[in-house]
């Protein structure tokens, strides 16, 4: 269902904050800059009138021409202060959207962020955010000056002479027969013009993301059918539209202008017939040159208002998107274990992935999530860590709903170190002092030591200064993920979530990651997302999850004896581990 939407332009200045006010002094300026620019159209005519009646002198016309080139300057004067004006505006404008969105990314689920792409957020911040820059710097001072000039031109002309202003305007209504037809379907082909734009950016950022897979498989970028497909639609509809369009633009920009058609037979009939002295004549040729190119501004500026609404409706979806609601104040933490008390849930609010879920993972104990691909364990994983909300039932932490324990307050008691093991594009050792910002060099090298992370970084050309990005290719998955454990161990967390990662690590990694987590989380409690059985044989309890269910829990001898698809599990694991253990002999 479409919802209605606000005025854009009232939306767009309920952001104007501190330069709230400003705009409408760009508008008088740029209105007075505009009368200022009528003045040469003025002073020809007036020169023309004493030149008829013989009332000429060269002092009259220098003084004149001095008076023109002062309202010239006058106006080029105002309209850069306007300019300015509606350039502070704008740019406190998009500061403030920008803001608003990066709070609102900060308010919804952390969910919300994870699964949507990144290229739409940039386009969000970036594109859609910037392209309202010139809509309102320039058109909104602009559209009321640019028809001010016009319409205070066109009376004056009548009040000269009616007739004259009649035949001045005899080109207005030929150029709209052009400005129709080039504005056919104008809103439709401006929304799929901007849509495509931003799907071609969204697919451009996935497509550089993924270099490295295309690459690896020799294929160029026709074979990322995404990014081709945007980039082809984009060209195809952009040139049609163009052709479509390009002859009645042309034809609107030379008809609007062309008053002579009008004003010079008529004006010359009506002088033959003595009922039009010259000078009017004259007035009533020269003073609509100066509206006509107001006139045709206006209508560009007009144009542009439909740029506004399928820029702004994405950024006014985004910061209408349910926020995550927690309270403000600390809570009373008991006991750190985790409740999951009838717990459903569903993504979309229609599918439903978790059903009626129920458990304890206590305290210092080491709890462990598995099951079958798709059965909902990170989902498990990602409602502990207050990503998302529970649809059903109840999720509780130290014996508080966690709903009323503020995120701050939740996050300093949990690491979560997952799959994908994101590193951001800063120094090695900031990276891992994210964990704890207050951490000195020798404690982040403590964690990278714990993590056995300290001697490949060492390796590395610039050791712990030298940028992830940099590092990126040269870094294996496990090391990547060795990095995260000494983030998460600066952090001193009270529970480590781990969502393991899926591939099989090389055998000697897959000791140091053990090594590393078997430090991490000394004391603590440790759930665990597990893909390999091998690493929770000892985990004090096992969840077994079946399409969104509890299927089982205990340890793992109670569950082979009594769980059917643990055990089928386990002996796939084992016979899978063999044969990767055989491909690697
Ligand atoms: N963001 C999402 N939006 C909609 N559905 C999702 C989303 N993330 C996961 N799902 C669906 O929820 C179900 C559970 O997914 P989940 O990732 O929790 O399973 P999993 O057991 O951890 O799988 P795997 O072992 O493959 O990582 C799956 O059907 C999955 O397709």
């Known amino acids: ?9 009232k939306v767009l200045f309920s952001f104007s904050g501190e330069a709230r006010g400003k705009m409408t002094g760009s508008v008088i300026l740029a209105f007075i800059g505009e009368m200022f620019g009528m003045a040469p159209y003025f002073v020809v005519t007036l020169l023309a009138k004493e030149l008829y009646e013989g009332t000429a002198t060269v002092e009259r016309a220098a003084v004149m021409a001095v008076t023109a080139a002062v309202c010239m300057c006058l106006r080029a004067w105002l309209t850069g202060l306007s300019s300015m004006r509606s350039h502070t505006v704008s740019f406190t404008i998009l500061k403030n959207i920008r803001c608003a969105l990066a709070d609102k990314m900060a308010k919804v689920p952390m969910g919300v962020m994870l699964e949507t792409p990144s290229g739409t957020f940039k386009t969000l911040m970036v594109d859609n955010v910037g392209r309202l820059e010139d809509i309102i710097a320039h058109m909104v001072p602009e559209l009321p000056s640019n028809l001010a000039g016009p319409v205070f031109s066109i009376i004056l002309v009548f009040v000269l002479d009616w007739r004259m202003g009649l035949a001045a305007f005899i080109t207005v209504p030929l150029s709209l027969v052009f400005a129709v037809c080039m504005m056919r379907g104008y809103k439709e082909k401006m929304a799929v013009y901007l849509r495509s734009g931003n799907e071609m950016n969204a697919a451009l950022v996935e497509y550089v993301g993924g270099i490295q897979v295309i690459k ?5 970028s026709k074979s990322f059918g995404e990014f081709s497909r945007s980039v082809n639609f984009f060209h195809d509809s952009t040139l049609a539209w163009w052709r479509q369009s390009w002859f009645w633009m042309a034809g609107f920009k030379a008809v609007l202008p062309s008053t002579l058609l009008g004003t010079l037979p008529v004006g010359a009939w009506l002088y033959m017939q003595g ?3 010259l000078p009017l004549f004259l007035a009533c040729i020269i003073i609509p040159f100066g509206f006509m190119a107001g006139l045709i501004k206006f209508g560009f500026a007009l144009g542009q208002l439909s740029y506004m609404a399928p820029n702004l409706d994405p950024i006014q979806d985004f910061l209408a998107t349910p926020e995550q609601r927690r309270p403000e104040k600390p809570v009373k933490l008991g006991e750190r274990s985790f409740r999951f008390d009838r717990v459903c849930f ?6 439903e992935v978790l059903h009626d879920v129920n458990f304890t993972a206590r305290t210092g104990q080491i709890t462990a999530i598995v099951g079958p691909s798709g059965s909902g364990k990170s989902t498990i994983a990602k409602l502990m860590a207050g990503f998302w909300d529970a649809t059903g039932g109840t999720v509780s932490f130290g014996g508080q709903d966690i709903q009323n324990i503020p995120f701050d307050q939740l996050m300093g008691e949990i690491s979560y170190v997952a799959q994908d093991n994101f590193l951001f594009d800063r120094s090695i050792r900031e990276n891992i002092r994210m964990g704890d910002p207050s951490a000195t060099d020798a404690e982040v090298e403590a964690a990278a030591r714990a993590a056995n992370c300290h001697d490949f970084i060492m390796n590395l050309e610039q050791g712990y200064d030298t940028l992830a990005g940099d ?9 990547r993920q060795r990095i995260t454990i000494a983030r998460a161990m600066l952090k001193k967390a009270s529970v480590i979530i781990l969502d393991e990662a899926t591939a099989f690590a090389d055998p000697e990694s897959e000791a140091q990651i053990q090594q590393a987590i078997s430090r991490l989380v000394r004391g603590k409690t440790l759930i665990v997302v597990a893909h390999r059985l091998n690493t929770i044989q000892n985990a004090d309890q096992i969840l077994v999850i079946d399409q969104g269910r509890l299927a089982a829990c205990g340890r793992q001898e109670e569950l082979l004896n009594t769980c059917p698809l643990y055990r089928t599990m386990w002996e796939q694991y084992q016979s899978t581990a063999a044969f990767a253990g055989k491909e690697a002999n």
């Open 216 to 220: 690896a498989f020799g294929q160029g």
């Open 275 to 277: 009922t039009l002295e």
């Open 1 to 9: 269902m479409k919802t209605k939407r606000e005025n854009p332009l």
């Open 471 to 479: 590092a990126g290719d040269r870094l294996s998955g496990g090391e």
């Open 346 to 351: 569903s993504y979309d609010g229609k599918k």
